[in-house]
Antibody, heavy 123, light 110 residues
């Protein structure tokens, strides 16, 4: 069975850092592009960042560029999101998602999702 | 990167059809045939319903169909069923390996 599980969330103060992890299993992790999508409480989905299978292509939303860094370790079947200089507006449920159908940018089809991990930024 | 525009809500009776629009610009929806649609039930992760404007993933019923005209993409759900209720989001490629989601539409089966 496919499993995608996020970890590393929590409550932090503005300006602090946090590192999210996403552990994947049940599929060939190294073959797929991976993404982070977030959802603020009661709000819609927001694309945060994506990384292709070999880390050669990385992209960020304007709202996080320069503060967040996406990375992956194919040997560990893991995806990461290093979040620095966190702001109150970064408070959200962060989903890790797998581009199963997209076959790489620009096509996108996120078919495996984790249950999300909550990040709360508050003083 | 402004969110794509979707109507806040849509509804239909069981068996009827509902169509949700997703309006962007020539820099996203209008510029690429790479629009996907996701359904999200309360408290759950999103589920992929359509990708590449018109393609259905394995296991998604053919009651779900996608289309695009100009800067507007659409998702049509035919033969509405109670489980079709939920929040629907479109997502489009926006150039330079970036993506943008829509504002979301709550579909109610009345």
């Amino acid at each position: 069975d496919v499993q995608v599980e996020e970890s590393g969330g929590g409550l932090v103060q503005p300006g602090w850092s946090l590192r999210l992890s996403c552990a994947a299993s049940g599929f060939t992790f190294e073959e797929y592009a991976m993404f982070w999508v977030r959802q603020a409480p009661g709000k819609g989905l927001e694309w945060v960042s994506g990384i292709n299978w070999n880390s050669n292509t990385i992209a960020y939303a304007d709202s996080v560029r320069g503060r967040f860094t996406i990375s992956r370790d194919n040997a560990r079947n893991s995806l990461y999101l290093q979040m620095n200089s966190l702001r109150v507006e970064d408070t959200a449920l962060y989903y890790c998602a797998v581009d199963v159908y997209g076959s790489g940018s620009p096509s996108l089809g996120l078919d495996y999702w984790g249950q999300g991990i909550l990040v709360t930024v508050s003083s | 990167q402004s969110a794509l525009t979707q109507p806040p809500s849509a509804s239909g009776s069981p068996g009827q059809s509902v169509t949700i629009s997703c309006t962007g610009t020539s820099s996203d929806v209008g510029g690429y045939n790479y629009v996907s649609w996701y359904r999200q039930h309360p408290g759950k992760a999103p589920k992929l319903m359509i990708y590449d404007v018109i393609k259905r993933p394995s296991g998604v019923p053919d009651r779900f169909s996608g289309s695009k005209s100009g800067n507007t993409a659409s998702l049509t759900v035919s033969g509405l069923q109670p489980e079709d209720e939920g929040d629907y989001y479109c997502c489009s490629h926006a150039g330079n390996d970036k993506y943008v989601f829509g504002t979301g539409t709550r579909v109610t089966v009345v």
